[in-house]
């Protein structure tokens, strides 16, 4: 093993691979390899520059007995950033340090250098580059487990594990599957996996492993603090934090599948207005277009769609669309964008990348040409109109099949870097509208490490309506906050499968709804059943021939669900001070606003294994109801007083009580003291 000092940074050579090691922001290092004569210095989510670090590096050797009974003295290498450091060893395996102490150390079981109690006879590495031929490597880096480890973040996995020790997880961009890989630990650290490709990951209890499907450079950031608060902050100072979130947009925001015309979408503002019910936001859903990539309103069922948007911002709310990625072969703009190598490529068989509702390619998000391009439709044919801000819907991209190792796009193939595509995409909006004066607010249905920063409100996509699906977008939820990203929501409801007849459903909507009160958007959506409307038209394009659903305002569910959301939206408006005040600390500290018992407890042992209940912001105490029927639950009160907001009844914290849960709402206590 050669080391040598570059800068800051610490570089070990051996056997064709380099690997560097150095300073990244406060208590941090960013570590890469590669096989390659140099780095390909991508920044992927690491786009802040970490400001002034000192690091020290000093060498020594360690003494090792031989086959022959010898001892031999073998080179290390260690580096220190504040309270991190790493050690590396002759082979070139890495032992990672807290204030001196081990938290994370690289698997090794290799003849020649072992660290471990493996048989040197299995010969696995810890770096794993297996090339494919012709082209790059595939990478698998493993690490040794921590015994009694809790993991969280990386991103929303439809799934009610809240801690991910044991969890195999897919890295790959999916309807309701947003992969953004930083994890915390409870060991008091925090690792960003800086690589876009489609992989995977195992949190096992004999390994955790890492695997990058395609790329050239391994890259990973290590952080460390004395609590998840720590890491948040140490970890978004130099990937980003969301801006300010504007006030007018913290309320209630109104949509459904789908308003057909502009007629619709302002009977349904009227009436709100009527009941002195105020929208932040109404969101005008797909197909409201003639076909997909024309990114224009069908004025057949839109004439006048600036007279529309007028009303609404008279009225004081702001108007949303939903803009797809997906370019229609019959679209205007299609033969122009193939022609100029806008649109993502396929490897193999027909040029078709997604076939729903026509013969598609999605756009190339990662081709800086392409994003200012389709800017320029959507300027002239919304932002000039006055709409506020998009739905940038589909943004994983969907598509017909996940074969990623059959798409290609401007920067690598799909194996290298596909991950990345919805953070790209919504830069297509975000610095163009930023360069106009405004903070964009634009929702997402996937986003990456990093997605935060560019004003992102990502949702938990198109999950069904049942409570099975409820209980598990209060983890995605959870965990999408300790990724870094957080302004999150889900569609309340649910977005499929609900039936406006069914008694069971209306209760999981009514509870829903009364969750939602406490989430970083209010946002009420879905495709409601049955299916019983029929088109406008006859065509087989535009903006009348695609179904809709059954109404989805506050009054379609009769007058008992209507008075408890009504109710509860007055909850949400008396919140709004509060909301600013948290929504200032995500942009300050990068916390998140759904937060774990733990990030506000972290010394109570007790709140790392609460994963059903949750803090909003460091004051409200949120505990849904999660089960039909139920009319009351457990709750489980860390240390301190806290007054359930409903009753304004005092309770003593480290103790777990039973409270009601009537079905006008769930229990909400407020920290006193």
Same mark, same amino acid.
């Given at each position: 093993?050669?080391?040598?000092?570059?800068?800051?940074?610490?570089?070990?050579?051996?056997?064709? *691979?380099?690997?560097?090691?150095?300073?990244?922001?406060?208590?941090?290092?960013?570590?890469?390899?590669?096989?390659?004569?140099?780095?390909?210095? &991508?920044?992927?989510?690491?786009?802040?520059?970490?400001?002034?670090?000192?690091?020290?590096?000093?060498?020594?050797?360690?003494? +090792?007995?031989?086959?022959?009974?010898?001892?031999?003295?073998?080179?290390?290498?260690?580096?220190?950033?504040?309270?991190?450091?790493?050690?590396? &060893?002759?082979?070139?395996?890495?032992?990672? $340090?807290?204030?001196?102490?081990?938290?994370?150390?690289?698997?090794?079981? &290799?003849?020649?250098?072992?660290?471990?109690?493996?048989?040197?006879?299995?010969?696995?590495?810890?770096?794993?580059?297996?090339?494919?031929?012709?082209?790059? $490597?595939?990478?698998?880096?493993?690490?040794?487990?921590?015994?009694?480890?809790?993991?969280?973040?990386?991103?929303?996995?439809?799934?009610?594990?809240?801690?991910?020790?044991?969890?195999?997880?897919?890295?790959?961009?999916?309807?309701?599957?947003?992969?953004?890989?930083?994890?915390?630990?409870?060991?008091?650290?925090?690792?960003?996996?800086?690589?876009?490709?489609?992989?995977?990951?195992?949190?096992?209890?004999?390994?955790?492993?890492?695997?990058?499907?395609?790329?050239?450079?391994?890259?990973?950031?290590?952080?460390?603090?004395?609590?998840?608060?720590?890491?948040?902050?140490?970890?978004?100072?130099?990937?980003?934090?969301?801006?300010?979130?504007?006030?007018?947009?913290?309320?209630?925001?109104?949509?459904?599948?789908?308003?057909?015309?502009?007629?619709?979408?302002?009977?349904?503002?009227?009436?709100?207005?009527?009941?002195?019910?105020?929208?932040?936001?109404?969101?005008?859903?797909?197909?409201?277009?003639?076909?997909?990539?024309?990114?224009?309103?069908?004025?057949?069922?839109? %004439?006048?769609?600036?007279?529309?948007?007028?009303?609404?911002?008279?009225?004081?709310?702001?108007?949303?669309?939903?803009?797809?990625?997906?370019?229609?072969?019959?679209?205007?703009?299609?033969?122009?964008?193939?022609?100029?190598?806008?649109?993502?490529?396929?490897?193999?068989?027909?040029?078709?990348?997604?076939?729903?509702?026509?013969?598609?390619?999605?756009?190339?998000?990662?081709?800086?040409?392409?994003?200012?391009?389709? /800017? *320029?439709?959507?300027?002239?044919?919304?932002? !000039?109109?006055?709409?506020?801000?998009?739905?940038?819907?589909?943004?994983?991209?969907?598509?017909?099949?996940?074969?990623?190792? &059959?798409?290609?796009?401007?920067?690598?193939?799909?194996?290298?870097?596909?991950?990345?595509?919805?953070? /790209?995409?919504?830069?297509?909006?975000?610095?163009?509208?930023?360069?106009?004066?405004?903070?964009?607010?634009?929702?997402?249905?996937?986003?990456?490490?990093?997605?935060?920063?560019?004003?992102?409100?990502?949702?938990?996509?198109?999950?069904?309506?049942?409570?099975?699906?409820?209980?598990?977008?209060?983890?995605?939820?959870?965990?999408?906050?300790?990724?870094?990203?957080?302004?999150?929501?889900?569609?309340?409801?649910?977005?499929?499968?609900?039936?406006?007849?069914?008694?069971?459903?209306?209760?999981?909507?009514?509870?829903?709804?009364?969750?939602?009160?406490?989430? %970083?958007?209010?946002?009420?959506?879905? !495709?409601?059943?049955?299916?019983?409307?029929?088109? +406008?038209?006859?065509?087989?394009?535009?903006?009348?021939?695609?179904?809709?659903?059954?109404?989805?305002?506050?009054?379609? $569910?009769?007058?008992?669900?209507?008075?408890?959301?009504?109710?509860?939206?007055?909850?949400?408006?008396?919140?709004?001070? $509060?909301?600013?005040?948290?929504?200032?600390?995500?942009?300050?500290?990068?916390? %998140?606003?759904?937060?774990? +018992?733990?990030?506000?407890?972290? *010394?109570?042992?007790?709140?790392?294994?609460?994963?059903?209940?949750?803090?909003?912001?460091?004051?409200?105490?949120?505990?849904?109801?999660?089960?039909?029927?139920?009319? *009351?639950?457990?709750?489980? +009160?860390?240390?301190?007083?806290?007054?359930?907001?409903?009753?304004?009844?005092?309770?003593?914290?480290?103790?777990?009580?039973?409270?009601?849960?009537?079905?006008?709402?769930?229990?909400?206590?407020?920290?006193?003291?």
């Amino acid at each position: 093993m050669e080391f040598r000092q570059d800068g800051q940074a610490l570089v070990c050579r051996r056997q064709g *691979e380099t690997l560097r090691i150095e300073p990244w922001g406060k208590d941090g290092l960013r570590v890469r390899a590669t096989m390659y004569p140099h780095f390909t210095d &991508n920044e992927w989510a690491l786009t802040v520059a970490p400001g002034e670090t000192e690091s020290e590096i000093t060498y020594s050797t360690v003494s +090792l007995r031989e086959g022959d009974g010898n001892y031999r003295e073998y080179p290390t290498a260690r580096i220190t950033n504040g309270r991190i450091s790493a050690l590396v &060893n002759h082979g070139g395996v890495i032992r990672f $340090y807290r204030d001196g102490k081990l938290f994370l150390q690289e698997y090794y079981a &290799n003849y020649g250098g072992s660290i471990t109690k493996e048989s040197h006879c299995m010969k696995i590495v810890n770096r794993e580059w297996t090339p494919y031929v012709g082209g790059d $490597y595939r990478l698998t880096v493993r690490f040794e487990p921590n015994d009694g480890e809790k993991l969280y973040g990386m991103g929303q996995y439809q799934q009610p594990y809240l801690d991910l020790k044991g969890c195999v997880l897919e890295m790959a961009q999916k309807n309701s599957q947003t992969t953004v890989p930083f994890l915390v630990s409870s060991l008091g650290y925090g690792m960003l996996w800086n690589n876009p490709a489609v992989g995977r990951v195992t949190f096992g209890k004999n390994q955790t492993v890492w695997e990058a499907g395609c790329c050239k450079d391994m890259d990973y950031y290590l952080t460390v603090a004395d609590a998840p608060k720590g890491i948040l902050e140490n970890y978004t100072s130099v990937s980003g934090r969301a801006p300010e979130m504007p006030e007018d947009m913290m309320g209630f925001w109104q949509c459904k599948l789908r308003y057909r015309t502009q007629e619709e979408v302002l009977t349904v503002a009227r009436r709100y207005k009527e009941l002195g019910i105020q929208l932040d936001a109404i969101i005008i859903d797909f197909f409201h277009w003639t076909v997909q990539g024309d990114w224009k309103f069908d004025t057949t069922y839109w %004439p006048d769609p600036k007279a529309m948007v007028d009303e609404l911002h008279a009225m004081g709310i702001k108007v949303i669309v939903s803009v797809w990625p997906s370019v229609d072969r019959r679209s205007e703009n299609f033969g122009e964008m193939l022609e100029r190598g806008m649109l993502i490529r396929t490897e193999r068989g027909s040029l078709q990348t997604y076939d729903y509702q026509g013969d598609c390619l999605q756009i190339d998000a990662t081709n800086p040409e392409t994003r200012a391009y389709v /800017w *320029e439709k959507c300027k002239a044919n919304y932002a !000039d109109l006055g709409i506020d801000d998009f739905w940038l819907d589909n943004s994983e991209p969907d598509l017909t099949k996940y074969d990623f190792d &059959n798409f290609r796009y401007h920067i690598g193939p799909a194996l290298s870097c596909s991950n990345i595509y919805p953070q /790209w995409y919504s830069r297509t909006y975000d610095e163009p509208m930023r360069a106009m004066g405004k903070t964009p607010v634009n929702l997402l249905r996937s986003g990456w490490a990093g997605s935060q920063k560019y004003g992102n409100v990502l949702w938990s996509g198109d999950v069904p309506s049942t409570w099975e699906s409820l209980r598990d977008q209060l983890s995605a939820g959870l965990n999408m906050g300790l990724a870094g990203i957080p302004w999150w929501n889900t569609d309340i409801g649910g977005f499929m499968e609900g039936n406006v007849n069914d008694p069971d459903f209306i209760e999981l909507l009514i509870r829903w709804y009364e969750w939602a009160v406490f989430q %970083p958007v209010m946002r009420l959506h879905g !495709d409601r059943e049955p299916f019983t409307i029929p088109a +406008l038209d006859d065509r087989d394009w535009g903006g009348g021939y695609l179904h809709t659903g059954q109404d989805n305002e506050m009054w379609s $569910y009769g007058e008992q669900a209507y008075q408890i959301m009504r109710s509860n939206y007055e909850l949400r408006r008396s919140l709004k001070p $509060y909301l600013k005040e948290i929504f200032a600390e995500a942009s300050s500290n990068g916390s %998140p606003l759904m937060r774990t +018992l733990f990030y506000e407890f972290p *010394e109570d042992s007790q709140a790392w294994r609460v994963d059903d209940e949750y803090m909003f912001g460091p004051k409200y105490l949120v505990c849904p109801v999660l089960h039909s029927g139920a009319r *009351e639950r457990e709750v489980y +009160l860390p240390e301190g007083q806290w007054m359930d907001i409903r009753t304004e009844e005092k309770y003593e914290g480290n103790q777990c009580i039973t409270v009601s849960a009537p079905l006008e709402s769930i229990p909400v206590f407020r920290k006193m003291a």
